[in-house]
């Protein structure tokens, strides 16, 4: 699958005639990140590519990599969109922990299932809201306007919650996280269904190609006519409604509302996605599928620690010298290096 | 006329003496809390109240909100009140040495409850805390017996690092050490959490084949021990029947979990603990002064026999 910048935005030159070498195609690196990662599992752990059919539903290592990985997808696939746009939003941890909390009281007060989800998800636009108006109509910096929530927004879920850890039962939020549509573990296909939300907004209508021209140059967009202060909200409200749908996913999971821990530091783990994705801090492309593969390194590391039977003290460390490694093999002298060996072997 | 003043001030000055040293019969005593940052604090503050409105003591209590410069500011202004005791639960183990000096200097003693300081011993008179390692030998000491001796073990560990993972391990190892066919097999960190606790014993439950001949599941608290018990149905496993499980705390939902069969033991980490430090306290007033360095709070085991009983009490 090859992802093309939006024809507007590309350089006026003619596109080679000859297919492009298979190591220019943008998902080349992080793909063969993840492949080493995976290679590197089969050594570690013998079962962990059998694939079965556990109580009607998939069962087996790659599975729980897509299972575990699926809030931080739908998160990073937000996050792809405002860091297109040149924001950043910090505050989705915090987003995720209120959604979490507005969700369980939700239930306790007797609303219907549909009803609190549908309110959750309103509560989470309403952080995106927040984050977009303080960016665009006030001018803040994106770092400094989403840290507000993202310090503010978990202690708001912590009063909510009034501090405790407040559990819940609901068969149909269970249906959604933990539940299963067909073989397929529910959470996977909602991650799916955002992601081809995400792609149709972005490749399939004009949002995109605003979105990547705001983050390009956000004057030259304003001069050509684009409304670049409601194109830069509506990063953010993507951002907080996906954040919003991890937040059920995960209270969800495990039934109940724990305003401390609920989507900690998963801002910095979606920012990671996006970046091993290829993308530029800088904004001005939004790479879904690489994000995607972005989620899956990051999740599959972690799977793959817990899976290998290292000592916990290792966790951190392994984690950030591979990411290290992933994040050397896209830079682009080594890249060229690497090509260089690869090609001279050929000749 | 002014010499009439002076012994009208003088006068008065001797009723409001004897006013305080009445009030002070009744034993006033400062006790600077932490904050109530978890479930487990703010049960802990509830009943030092009660248990000294039930021993008619006076407590000064002051709430940190986790910071430490406010425990030292509310230590000084005990200090200043000339309270008969101090007790301490520090948010910190460190910086205390120079208000610990001030309240000796003012010769009240002070008593250290919950977390350790690290300054001179002879500062404070002791130290009256529940021991984690303490908690870890009592989970496999029930473990060693429930299994006979023979058990296969996946741990579920603390944040890594924390005084509790550390301490809880090794007391847990130390007693599974004398039985040959005990064994930890797997162990890894779920931060204490219950997503935590879920995500790892999924993936043990994989790298296990089903946790076929694993007999145990042992937590470091209930909150990753319930999210295990969810791993464990997720996958087809009847936690509590296939394995045992054994974790730390004594959480409502533990106790629920015991009552539907799904949980086997569960060590409570007390907060009804204002009996222990006031005995402590008011037997050093009475004049006992032998108290060793750290007064043990003991710990108990609970499972399903007593578990209704124990979800009546933390009023689940």
């Known amino acids: 699958m090859r992802l093309d910048p939006p024809a507007a935005l590309q350089a006026p030159t003619r596109r080679p005639a000859a297919a492009p070498k298979f190591s220019e195609w943008r998902a080349f690196w992080p793909l063969l990140a993840l492949a080493l990662i995976l290679l590197v599992d089969a050594f570690i752990s013998p079962g962990f590519f059998t694939i079965r059919l556990v109580e009607g539903r998939l069962y087996g290592s790659l599975i729980d990599i897509l299972y575990r990985g699926a809030p931080t997808a739908v998160v990073a696939l937000g996050m792809a969109v405002v860091i297109g746009a040149r924001g950043i939003d910090l505050s989705v941890g915090a987003v995720i922990a209120i959604a979490g909390a507005v969700m369980t009281e939700l239930i306790h007060a007797g609303m219907s299932a549909p009803a609190v989800l549908l309110a959750t998800l309103l509560v989470s636009l309403i952080c995106g809201l927040w984050n977009g108006a303080l960016v665009a109509l006030l001018d803040i910096q994106p770092i400094i306007a989403t840290l507000i929530l993202m310090v503010a927004g978990r202690g708001v879920a912590q009063m909510i919650d009034a501090g405790t850890i407040v559990t819940f039962r609901s068969d149909f939020f269970s249906a959604i996280s933990t539940g299963r549509l067909g073989p397929a573990p529910s959470r996977i296909v909602v991650a799916a269904a955002v992601y081809a939300l995400t792609w149709a907004a972005m490749r399939r209508t004009a949002l995109g190609l605003f979105v990547e021209s705001v983050g390009a140059n956000a004057e030259a967009s304003r001069l050509t006519g684009i409304d670049a202060k409601f194109v830069t ?41 996006v970046v091993l994705g290829g993308a530029s801090l800088n904004g001005g492309r ?43 093999l896209q830079a682009r002298p080594v890249r060229q290096a690497v090509s260089g060996m690869i090609w001279a072997k050929r000749t | 006329m002014s010499i009439l003043k002076h012994m009208l001030a003088a006068a008065v000055g001797a009723a409001a003496l004897a006013g305080l040293s009445a009030s002070a019969s009744a034993q006033t005593i400062g006790f600077s809390q932490v904050g109530s940052e978890s479930d487990w604090r703010t049960a802990f503050s509830a009943d030092m109240k009660a248990e000294a409105e039930k021993r008619g003591i006076k407590l000064q209590f002051s709430d940190a909100q986790q910071k430490e410069e406010n425990q030292l500011k509310a230590v000084r202004s005990f200090i200043a009140q000339k309270v008969d005791a ?119 439950i994989k790298a296990t084949d089903g946790l076929k001949d694993v007999c145990a599941v042992w937590a470091h608290n209930d909150n990753m021990m319930l999210g295990a018990i969810q791993a464990m149905k997720e996958a087809g496993l009847k936690p509590g029947k296939d394995v045992l499980t054994v974790s730390v705390d004594g959480v409502p939902d533990i106790f629920k979990a015991m009552l539907a069969g799904e949980s086997d033991a569960s060590v409570e980490l007390k907060s009804d603990i204002g009996k222990y430090i006031y005995d402590v306290v008011q037997g050093y007033l009475k004049g006992k002064h032998d108290y060793p360095k750290w007064v043990l709070i003991p710990s108990d085991l609970h499972t399903p026999a007593d578990a209704a009983e124990m979800l009546k009490k933390k009023g689940g």
């Open chain 1, 233 to 273: 909200i509506s990063t953010y409200l993507i951002s907080g409604v996906a954040a919003g749908i991890a937040g059920v996913l995960i209270t969800s999971d495990i039934r109940g509302s724990d305003a401390n821990n609920a989507g900690l530091w998963m801002e910095l783990d979606a920012i990671l996605a």
């Open chain 1, 286 to 328: 939004v790479y879904i599928f690489n994000t995607l593969i972005g989620v899956l390194i990051i999740q599959s590391l972690t799977t793959s620690i817990l899976v290998s039977g290292l000592p916990p003290e290792y966790n951190l460390i392994v984690k950030a010298i591979v990411v290290f490694l992933c994040l050397l």
């Open chain 2, 86 to 204: 101090i007790i301490i639960a520090p948010v910190v183990v460190t910086g205390w040495d120079q208000v610990l000096k001030e309240a000796q200097a003012a010769k009240i003693p002070v008593f250290i409850a919950d977390r350790a300081v690290e300054s001179d011993p002879s500062l404070f008179v002791t130290r009256i805390a529940a021991d984690f390692n303490l908690e870890g030998r009592l989970a496999g000491a029930w473990l060693a017996q429930a299994s006979k001796g023979n058990c296969n073990i996946v741990e579920l560990q603390g944040t890594v690092g924390s005084a509790p993972a550390i301490e809880r391990k090794k007391g847990f190892e130390a007693v599974i050490s004398l039985f040959p066919n005990m064994k930890i097999v797997k162990s890894q960190s779920g931060n204490f959490t219950t997503s935590g606790g879920k995500e790892v014993m999924e993936s043990f």
